[in-house]
């Protein structure tokens, strides 16, 4: 019931935005591409009073700040997926999986059967960028292929008519950003039903890629890794996505953190009017109500974790203690990636080192080992053997993370 309404609303906004996009024998010129005028209404889906909401951009659906990341969920068994149902219960309504993380799409199938009216789902198409980068420049019709193949291996697995934003994952290139025949691949498929929103998820060159997607006003939703440590660095690129209707998902939020969190806690409690906080309960809340993000994407492992995300968007905090958060989340992120890239540029054996490094935060920051380990198989290398420990991506990372003892590690 839910696909036969929704496939009808989205065909109607569809030809709302043909018409503004004026979109004529084919694609219009990059340069020469506006957002819709006319917006759909505002949509509610699952309004609970444990979740706060944020309107996401010119889609204009009314997204819980915080977004259950599904990736882990390709184990199986009842756990994971009990996991989400609560999150659901407790309000959440936008999803977050794609095809790289291998399983994940078929494991909630069933949920989406039981709560498809609750929820965004949002998956990605991979291999055009991460995990493997397999579309060289000029590879146009090749990369149209794999979003539109990959799109309907998505709409199988999770057994729906409609996904509401298919993304081009680990985007990292300007080329990817601006390719028409990806673009044109989308169009397609929201012409036809499948999709209603164009987006990409990005964790290398993340401020390029931004900046562009908002000039390209091509994309409705974008995911970059951004933490309280690059804030600032794309606090720019946030502000022109904005403009340009695009709703901002963060992912890698908290960056590593790796000092004992209990040191301050009795601290913090009495800054923050006795709210006993987490380390990542104080950096999501920081990117949620100073850092302009509409919403963080939550890795969710295990219970407890999923508590303390779940909370965050419902934190009140004054001005004041506003004030006084910023600089103890930024000494708690002092260090963390700023997802530039420049280290695995630097690296002459070719690894791709803040894959690696991301890889490392899956098993030591969220817990999860084995979602790090079939990453890195789907990559179809294990660039661990091949350092040298030469030193060159470490003296290319402007925050001097020691990267070879890190990418030395086998996960
Ligand atoms: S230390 Fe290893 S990963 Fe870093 S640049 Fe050298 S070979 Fe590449
Ligand atoms: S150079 Fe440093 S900051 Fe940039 S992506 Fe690599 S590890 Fe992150």
């Known amino acids: ?183 044109e691949a989308f169009c397609k498929a929201r012409d036809a039903g499948k999709v209603r929103f164009f987006g990409l998820a990005t964790h290398t060159n993340v401020s390029r890629v931004c900046e562009l997607a908002a000039e390209s006003k091509r994309y409705d939703v974008v995911m970059p890794a951004v933490n309280p440590n690059s804030l600032a660095e794309l606090a720019p690129a946030i502000r022109k996505m904005h403009e340009a209707g695009i709703g901002v998902v963060s992912m890698k939020t908290s960056g590593p953190i790796t000092r004992d969190p209990k040191v301050y806690d009795e601290h913090y409690k009495q800054m923050f009017a006795g709210q006993d906080l987490s380390p990542f309960q104080r950096a999501y809340a920081y990117m949620l109500f100073r850092g302009n993000i509409d919403a963080f994407n939550s890795h969710c492992p295990n219970v407890q974790i999923l508590d303390e995300n779940l909370k965050v968007p419902t934190l009140k905090f004054s001005q004041a203690e506003l004030d006084r958060l910023e600089p103890q989340v930024l000494t708690d992120a002092r260090g963390a990636c700023h997802h530039c890239g420049a280290c695995t540029a630097a690296c002459p054996e070719g690894i791709r080192v803040a894959d690696l490094l991301r890889a490392r935060a899956y098993t030591h920051t969220y817990g999860d080992p084995d979602l790090a380990a079939q990453i890195y198989r789907q990559a179809g290398r294990s660039p661990s053997v091949a350092c040298t420990a030469c030193g060159t991506c470490r003296a290319a990372c402007p925050e001097s993370i020691d990267l070879p003892s890190i990418v030395g590690c086998r996960l």
């Not at 020469?32 to 889609?59: C, D, H, I, L, S």
């Not at 915080?66 to 184990?75: N, Q």
């Not at 990369?143 to 081009?168: F, G, H, N, P, W």
Request: aromatic share 10%.
């Open 1 to 183: 019931m839910f696909d036969e309404m929704n496939r009808r609303a989205f065909l109607k906004q569809t030809a709302q935005t043909a018409l503004a996009g004026a979109v004529v024998g084919g694609l219009p010129a990059f340069a020469e591409e506006e957002p819709p005028t006319t917006q759909p209404a505002v949509e509610w889906r699952n309004k609970q009073p444990t979740m706060g909401y944020a309107k996401f951009g010119r889609a204009n659906f009314m997204t819980s700040r915080c977004v259950f990341g599904a990736g882990g969920l390709y184990k199986g068994g009842g756990g994971p997926t009990r996991l989400l149902e609560v999150a659901i219960e407790r309000g959440v309504n936008y999803i977050d999986t794609g095809r790289p993380y291998a399983g994940s799409e078929a494991a909630i199938a069933p949920v989406m059967k039981r709560h498809r009216d609750k929820v965004w789902i949002v998956s990605k198409a991979g291999h055009i960028g991460w995990p493997d980068m397999r579309i060289k420049p000029g590879q146009d019709a090749e990369a149209a292929k794999l979003y539109t193949d990959q799109l309907e291996e998505s709409l199988r697995d999770l057994q729906v008519d409609t996904i509401d934003c298919y993304m081009v994952q680990g985007v990292e290139h300007d080329w990817v950003v601006t390719m028409d025949s990806l673009y």
